[in-house]
T-cell receptor, first 115, second 109 residues
């Protein structure tokens, strides 16, 4: 069983809706990530939250906004999405060790459909 | 130039054979290397990680890293039909983890 929990598992939303994806880990990891994965494509990094600092992939549109309420939670707020944003959204966490980043563990993902 | 490159396959091997998956990366500052297995519609599952040059073995899996050649590989011995999946190579440099496009492996009974 994964120790990274994502909710909801499935989400259908309209283009005018506001919704949030939630991600929680209880492994004491200091880095958390959001990835977007389209069918038959690799995961694409959207955001990294590491040592209380947020790093953003500049290609990610502003209709996606991350929020880190505490070190074990990383939410992704969605607003005015487009149908092409439909994808599997993956959350991951990892434990840094000095300059070396350890393996990341993924949650089960949220399958998002924008209609 | 893609940061992490893999042969997309499909790679087909008979049951019991050795499957060899390859990955090259462009950033010489990369420090950590991972292989993930992903079944269709599921999230990636960590198979192996390797930090130092050489081989690392874990059960039927062996990861090989050559930093001079910027090359990392995964060998699967005694391949099983349950190994059929897409294998993603992932590389960490600085803050983020980048994935290759994945190699689809099919193990035929």
């Amino acid at each position: 069983d994964t120790e990274v929990t994502q909710t909801p598992k499935h989400l259908v939303m309209g283009m005018t809706n506001k919704k949030s994806l939630k991600c929680e880990q209880h492994m004491g990891h200091r880095a958390m990530y959001w990835y977007k994965q389209k069918a038959k494509k690799p995961p694409e990094l959207m955001f990294v939250y590491s040592y209380e600092k947020l790093s953003i992939n500049e290609s990610v549109p502003s209709r996606f906004s991350p929020e880190c309420p505490n070190s074990s939670l990383l939410n992704l707020h969605l607003h005015a999405l487009q149908p092409e944003d439909s994808a599997l959204y993956l959350c991951a966490s990892s434990q840094e060790s000095g300059r070396r980043y350890a393996e990341a563990f993924f949650g089960q993902g949220t399958r998002l459909t924008v209609v | 130039q893609k940061e992490v490159e893999q042969n997309s396959g499909p790679l087909s091997v008979p049951e019991g054979a050795i499957a060899s998956l390859n990955c090259t990366y462009s950033d010489r500052g990369s420090q950590s290397f991972f292989w993930y297995r992903q079944y269709s519609g599921k999230s990636p599952e960590l198979i192996m990680f390797i930090y130092s040059n050489g081989d690392k073995e874990d059960g039927r899996f062996t990861a090989q890293l050559n930093k001079a050649s910027q090359y990392v590989s995964l060998l699967i011995r005694d391949s099983q039909p349950s190994d059929s999946a897409t294998y993603l190579c992932a590389v960490i440099a600085l803050l983020d983890m980048r994935f290759g496009a994945g190699t689809r492996l099919t193990v035929k009974p």
